[in-house]
């Protein structure tokens, strides 16, 4: 057999003596047994086929040095990571610095370009790969099976590094792993495929470029003198880019192509609807970012395709499960199945909390597809049922932190909802099991908050009147815990206007007075008033019962600043008008808010309570007796089936402005302890803000420095969070 090495030849004792491998005729044979054998790869080929790295080629240093580590393993891997993030790139960059390692060559098979017929794919790869090693046509067989066999035996005695590019499937990975010691394979994919860990294949997850990382990239490609020229351009092109390597790199191609400044550019991008058109190359074959993300969207089945183009168009930035339901009409199961699918194939990013995300061009490409496959009314039909989503949701949580709480909306009409899916709200809602669902709900509010303002504005867009004042109305629960001063403000204009337009005044003359609390912390005072005297006018002709009550304690709450005696007569008139409705709470409300006034009154300066003058005693002990009462008041509130619903937050905020009224009147002792009381409660019930009042109260009755320090910056933290204009007043008194 001219020493050619059958060692490896199975023998068939069949009838038909075959023997599999390659097959050679030893003269006349008895039997018809036919001898098959591998042949021996011509001498000297030594493929070399991995294309060459970008010249310019950055960052990525511990990804590189993570496969460094696997080859000392032996250890194959696929690089994963969303389209255009620079998988392919990093390989291109290893191979080309490891080609010493591999001494009998580099293979490399770009599966974007032999997809076709189910299986066709692998079989031409693993044919491909046969001829580069030297294997002639009329021995390299047929079938996928025989032709991995074939590879197997052909590597078996080589030490080769094996680079595939977009795989999509397992298979493709374990069918080409050389059987060479020292040899890999190391793949590309946009999908994560799992399966592999069980075949000792590595899963490398390429991240985002951080501004820094995208910066330095820029520099590179640019010249770092421009971007060191004008770094506030080079962040806005990396934020606009939103990391992504192939956005950076086609940014770079345009500066130079279409001589553009980093400044031009960035106010061209700026626009989201021409964005990804301008983050694209013209040319025989444009290149750009779109074009990359249609070849994934392109592998999605039909049912994941449409969800895509149903997440471009949902408002916010990210989803569950929930929501994606709402918007797509699908069952949970079928909406968390899809997400994975889309998450397993980097178009959709799952986040820390179990939400979901979309890259920022993906949201526009999504977009895009959208408008480019679905009927023009898609979008409208989506934010709408987005919103009742989100409306039910928001009234649930309202409720459960408080039933008794004023509300023009009707519960049963924000809660309207297919009775199957009202259900899963309610029973599957993230604080419906809660060992402690008010606290629970307002940190589902806390952390949706960008997407319920998302949803507000985008209801306004379209038209949604009634739902948009509705929504505003109840994620005031929100505002009233965590002050984010400027979202408060938005959502309460944005649903007193729409309240406006949906005729409904007793809605707006609400929407209004609450309008007036942030803006009279955002030193809005003349607007605030401007919106109380709307506010008044419209629920005295609203003929609501309690409205008019309301509404006056918002009043009283802008004179509390400027004239303790108008304050208090306001509050005196809501009292009577909440007594006159039998609103047992609303009355609570106003009684409070006197006792404040009183104190005022008194000699008190502000939140912290400090002597402006000589107190008034017969003042002070009015206020304390006042304070004192409806302290109790709150705790030994009622819900409407006459089961106790004690109010602890208002009842807290009462104990402060009791251990103001007691420092007031000398007995600084019992002061402080009331007011560290009140600061413990105010926290445990996260009513931050008043939380922040209470400290700056007790901080003047603190003599030892060092606390005083810690409770000031306590104090500063909340309002920063908040944007409350306090914080500067605050920090300045920390510097001096």
């Known amino acids: 057999m001219d020493g050619e ?31 098959h054998y591998a042949t021996a790869p011509a001498p000297g080929t030594r493929p070399d086929q991995v294309p060459k790295p970008p010249r310019r080629f950055v960052n990525r240093r511990a990804d590189l040095a993570r496969l460094d580590g696997l080859l000392a393993e032996g250890a194959s891997a696929v690089l994963n990571g969303m389209p255009g993030i620079g998988k392919t ?89 050389p059987k060479g010691e020292g040899s890999i394979v190391l793949a590309t994919s946009n999908r994560r495929l799992g399966e592999l860990a069980l075949h000792d294949v590595e899963l490398v997850e390429l991240d985002l470029f951080d501004r820094a990382a995208a910066k330095e990239l820029l520099g590179e490609l640019c010249g770092r003198a421009a971007v060191e020229a004008d770094p506030g351009s080079a962040d806005r092109l990396a934020e606009l880019c939103g990391g992504l390597p192939i956005a950076l790199r086609i940014v770079a191609a345009r500066l130079h192509s279409d001589r553009l400044t980093l400044a031009q550019l960035a106010d061209q991008l700026a626009d989201e609807r021409q964005r990804l058109g301008r983050l694209t190359i013209q040319g025989t074959d444009a290149t ?260 008019p009550g309301s509404v006056r304690e918002f009043l009283g709450r802008y004179w509390d600043r400027r004239d303790p005696e108008r304050a208090a007569a306001a509050y005196r008139e809501s009292l009577e008008l909440n007594e006159r409705a039998g609103e047992t709470r609303g009355a609570a409300l106003a009684r409070y808010f006197l006792g404040r006034a009183l104190l005022v009154a008194a000699g008190a300066s502000g939140a912290a309570g400090v002597p402006e003058r000589e107190a008034d005693g017969s003042r002070v002990a009015e206020a304390e007796r006042e304070l004192r009462a409806v302290h109790e008041e709150f705790l030994g509130l009622t819900g409407a089936d006459g089961k106790p619903a004690p109010d602890r937050r208002m009842a807290a905020r009462a104990l402060a402005d009791l251990g103001r009224a007691q420092a007031l009147a000398g007995a600084t002792s019992e002061a402080r302890t009331t007011l560290g009381r009140a600061v413990g409660v105010l926290r445990e019930q996260r009513a931050f803000h008043y939380e922040a009042e209470a400290i700056e109260a007790l901080v003047e009755l603190v003599e030892n420095r060092g606390e005083q320090q810690q409770l000031l910056e306590r104090a500063l933290t909340i309002y920063q969070e908040s944007g409350n204009p306090k914080a500067a007043e605050l920090q300045a008194r920390l510097a001096g």
């Open 89 to 177: 790139a990093t390989i291109y960059r290893w191979a080309h610095d490891n080609q010493q390692h591999f001494p009998d060559g580099q293979l490399f098979v770009d599966f974007t370009k032999l997809r076709s017929a189910a299986g066709a794919d692998l079989s031409e790869a693993l044919t491909m790969c046969l001829r580069a090693l030297g294997v002639p046509d009329e021995q390299i067989g047929s079938g996928t099976a025989e032709l991995e066999n074939t590879f197997r035996s052909v590597s078996r005695n080589r030490r080769l590094l094996v680079v595939l590019d977009e795989v999509t499937e397992p298979g493709h990975v374990r069918s080409l792993i």
């Open 5 to 35: 090495d059958i060692s490896a030849a199975r023998v068939d004792n069949t009838m038909s003596g075959t023997v599999h491998g390659t097959s050679m005729q030893v003269g006349t044979v008895h039997g018809g047994i036919t001898f």
């Open 288 to 547: 750009g970012v779109s074009a990359t993300l249609s070849l994934a969207y392109r592998d999605q089945a039909e049912p994941a395709a449409r969800l895509y183009r149903v997440l471009g168009d949902l408002p916010g930035a990210s989803f569950d499960s929930g929501v994606v339901a709402a918007a797509a009409v699908l069952d949970a199961g079928t909406s968390a199945r899809l997400l994975t699918d889309l998450a397993g194939a980097h178009l959709v990013h799952r986040t820390d909390d179990g939400r979901y995300r979309l890259h920022s061009l993906v949201r526009l490409h999504a977009q895009e597809t959208a408008r480019e496959t679905d009927p023009p009314e898609t979008e409208r039909q989506i934010v709408q049922r987005v919103t009742a989503h989100y409306l039910a949701l928001v009234t649930l949580a309202d409720l459960t932190v408080r039933t008794d709480r004023l509300r023009i909306l009707d519960v049963g009409e924000a809660l309207q909802q297919p009775a199957d899916r009202l259900d899963t709200l309610v029973d599957h809602s993230p604080f419906a099991a809660s060992d402690t669902p008010d606290r629970d709900a307002i940190e589902w509010l806390e952390a949706e908050r960008s997407n319920l303002m998302a949803a507000l504005r985008a209801a306004v867009r379209f038209g949604f009147d009634r739902q948009a004042w509705q929504l505003a109305e109840v994620l005031t629960v929100l505002f009233l815990h965590h002050r984010h001063l400027a979202d408060w403000r938005e959502s309460l204009a944005l649903g007193a206007d729409a309240a406006y337009r949906d005729h409904q005044p007793a809605a707006e003359a609400r929407l209004r007075s609450m309008l007036s609390r942030p803006l009279l912390d955002l030193r809005q005072d003349d607007r605030a008033l401007a919106e109380l005297e709307t506010a008044i006018d419209l629920a005295d002709r609203s003929g609501h019962p309690v409205l």
